[in-house]
């Protein structure tokens, strides 16, 4: 008789399952492998694998909440350790995923109420004094943030675009890749590339642009950056951020980040009564109801005369 192999534990799958998250982006497999490190390995690793149940994973993160980690944090290590247990069912180790269904039980996700009102977003009157400041304190990068508060371009994307992108005839920009903190150069968070309106005075400030770094010299070729560092690679994350924390501060803001022009841009719209279903095209968002569920306090609630319509007649 041959001998019975010995179960497989928790921590020797994730290390075989690490290893086929390599083609993931950097970032995912860098969370990934920092959740099982810290927080998952030291408490199951050396659990059998197929005797995992659901209140082992229950256990552990009521334990991590206890702990005092943040819900966030607390649901991204749920999220790893259901996203590694799905593959073990896939490989057929398992014939469920023990992980499934657990994190409602936590109320781990967030309710739409609590994501609209964690999102940090400008009022106009805020927007226009940083894009002034930032004009002054950084004049390089103004034009960056500037682009980012009329697109609703997260700062990976902005820092990816290519002069190929822009088609200020027809208003349109188009969002292909996306920049790693590595300068690395990845797929839009979609996975998929998405097309942007342009309004008219975007179209001219980029056809401005063009025509400025031509007259100094800089090549402003289809394929190059459209926001070239001085060495011709993109401009980095870290430069990017630093820039606006210093305008930040010089405008008397606090709390604000990058992507708070991205939810500038979404919340601006959706106050002035645009299509929650044309923001989320803007956006790239994959549903309508993450637009609503993140941004839902900024919708109108009240259309004065609209029931108006009710009685017209032909």
């Excluded at 492998?33 to 030291?42: A, C, D, F, V, Y």
């Amino acid at each position: 008789m041959k001998p019975r192999r010995n179960p497989v534990t928790l921590a020797e799958y994730a290390q075989r399952w690490l290893k086929l998250c390599a083609s993931l982006k950097p970032g995912t497999q860098e969370g990934y492998e920092q959740k099982l490190r810290k927080h998952i390995l030291p408490t199951l690793g050396q659990r059998k694998l197929r005797e995992l149940t659901r209140g082992n994973v229950r256990s552990l993160l009521a334990e991590k909440l206890q702990a005092g980690l943040s819900r966030d944090t607390v649901r991204l290590i749920h999220a790893t350790l259901r996203a590694m247990l799905a593959a073990a069912v896939e490989d057929e180790i398992l014939k469920a995923n023990p992980a499934s269904g657990v994190g409602r039980s936590l109320r781990l996700g967030a309710s739409k109420g609590e994501r609209s009102e964690s999102i940090k977003a400008m009022t106009r009157e805020q927007l226009e004094a940083f894009l002034e400041q930032a004009l002054h304190v950084v004049p390089g990068f103004q034009i960056l943030f500037w682009l980012m508060s009329r697109t609703g371009l997260r700062l990976s994307e902005a820092l990816a675009l290519k002069w190929q992108d822009v088609d200020v005839i027809n208003g349109r920009l188009r969002v292909e890749r996306a920049l790693g903190r590595d300068l690395a150069v990845t797929t839009p968070k979609s996975g998929h590339g998405r097309s942007v309106d342009l309004s008219v005075s975007a179209s001219d400030e980029l056809m401005a642009l063009g025509k400025l770094r031509c007259s100094m010299g800089y090549k402003t070729g289809p394929h190059d950056w459209l926001f070239p560092s001085s060495d011709g690679r993109p401009l980095s994350h870290e430069a990017a951020q630093a820039a606006f924390r210093k305008a930040r501060a010089v405008a008397g803001l606090q709390g604000f980040t990058p992507h708070s022009l991205r939810h500038t841009y979404a919340s601006i719209l959706l106050a002035e009564g645009v299509s929650p279903a044309y923001v989320q095209e803007q956006l790239g968002h994959s549903s309508i109801e993450l637009t609503v569920g993140t941004y839902g306090r900024w919708l109108r609630k009240k259309a004065p005369g609209a029931l108006d319509v009710l009685e017209a007649r032909p």
